[in-house]
């Protein structure tokens, strides 16, 4: 008789297809959750620049350019106008103060001299002649007081020998009253001739007075003119080199024209154009350094001129130490230009980089060396050699730093060997 065999549920083949499915299952949910969904692309590293971040003293500078200048220059300005008569050196030649550079002729000056010499000889010729009047009038009204004087002594005689008789009824009373009239008329004549005379040598005192206060203004003009005169010779007011002179024979120069500078040899200093962004940020004193035959020298700030022209300020920085020997005026030197105090940072090396992300983010290689993933960071200061992090970096981590324009948006960039 048959026997019945039982058919068997779980199949080693069944239980496999199972497990299989199960897993493929699992696979597809991982990869859903907790797979990498980043985008990726393939870099060859030879092609990039990997730079390690370190942690290091940071110095702020901007490099600037700079030319050499003498430390004092005198500019030469036409003090009275005139036509250039006369060229006594050229530009280039080295000078003693009081040396004649010009000779400028002007005939309008020297016209006005002779028209002011002979306005000043005839106010010298009134003065004279009004001292001569008023001696003059002096003898006379002296001549005048001495003729009323005699007359009032010969008069008195009359009235007292009038009065005499009169007491005596020798003679009428009619003749006494003509006789003491006479005499009273003359002592009030004298009164008023000394009073008269009083009054006009106050008066002709004032006029002389008057007279040799404009002679002497007369003077001081004239003496003014003249020195304009003078100045129509232009004479190196210092002792240096004539770098510039713009006048030639037969030139017509106006008054306050530039007509060329004089530089003084004593020393250099620099003047140097900066990015009007950074004029809050420079101050007096602040130093730079530069490199020149092989030796760098310390530079600081002595003056800044805030106006701005083109985008750009100027500011003069004169040497620490010695001036480097052999540096000459006009050259241009490439500054180091301090911003600020030196200080511990992270450190990243500049790059191509910051173009792209504007040192928001950048690509961080994982330690395997395998690949790179991108990272949020924040950059604060800089100078042409590194970017100072505040965020997102440690020292020893490494980045790349070379250009990311032909990677577009990708997350992971896988490094191929």
């Known amino acids: 008789m048959d026997r019945k065999i039982e058919k068997k549920k779980w199949t080693l083949k069944k239980i496999a297809g199972i497990v299989i499915a199960v897993g493929i299952v699992g696979f597809i949910v991982y990869s859903i959750f907790f797979g990498d969904h980043s985008s990726k ?64 002729g002007n005939t309008n000056l020297l016209m006005d001299i002779m028209y002011r010499e002979a306005e000043l000889f005839q106010q010298s010729n009134n003065l004279r002649n ?24 010969q008069q008195k005689r009359v009235y007292d020998k009038q009065a005499e008789l009169y007491n005596k009824n020798l003679v009428s009373e009619q003749d006494w009253e003509e006789a003491r009239d006479r005499y009273n008329y003359l002592i009030r004549n004298r009164e008023l001739t000394l009073l008269s005379h009083k009054q006009d040598s106050v008066f002709q005192e004032t006029q002389i007075l008057q007279l040799e206060m404009s002679l002497r203004r007369m003077e001081d003009n004239l003496g ?20 510039s002179l713009n006048a030639e024979i037969g030139e017509s120069k106006t008054r306050g024209q530039r007509l060329g500078q004089i530089d003084v040899l004593d020393g250099f200093k620099i003047r140097v154009r900066v990015d009007e962004y ?43 130490d010695t001036e480097p020997e052999g540096i000459r005026r006009g050259q241009t030197v490439h500054i180091r230009l301090e911003l600020g105090d030196l200080s511990e940072a992270i450190l990243l ?9 504007g040192g928001q983010w950048i690509y961080v ?33 490494r980045v790349i730093t070379s250009s990311y324009d032909s990677y577009g948006d990708i997350d992971k960039l896988i490094l191929k060997k």
């Open 349 to 357: 090396a500049k790059g191509g980089f910051y173009q792209k992300t």
């Open 365 to 397: 290689v994982d330690p395997s060396g395998e690949f790179a993933i991108k990272r949020d960071i924040r950059i604060g200061r800089m100078n042409p050699e590194v970017f100072e992090v505040l965020e997102g970096l440690e020292s020893g981590e």
């Open 130 to 153: 009004t001292r001569l009047a008023m001696q003059q009038n002096s003898l006379a009204l002296q001549a005048q007081l001495l003729e009323v004087n005699y007359q009032i002594q």
């Open 224 to 243: 003014i003119v003249k020195q304009n005169l003078d100045n129509l010779t232009v004479r190196a007011p210092v002792t240096g080199q004539l770098t």
């Open 41 to 104: 692309l393939n870099v060859q590293e030879e092609r990039i620049t990997i730079s390690t971040v370190s942690n290091g003293p940071f110095q702020e500078f901007i490099p600037v350019t700079g030319t050499v200048i003498p430390i004092k220059t005198i500019y030469l300005d036409a003090m009275e106008g005139g036509r250039v008569d006369k060229k006594f050196l050229d530009a280039g030649t080295y000078v003693e103060k009081g040396d004649k550079i010009i000779l400028l």
């Open 278 to 320: 950074y004029l809050a940020r420079i101050d007096i004193g602040q130093r730079g350094e530069f490199t020149f035959a092989g030796v760098t020298h310390q530079m600081r700030i002595d003056k800044i001129y805030p106006e701005v022209l083109n985008g750009r300020f100027e500011v003069d920085m004169l040497f620490e």
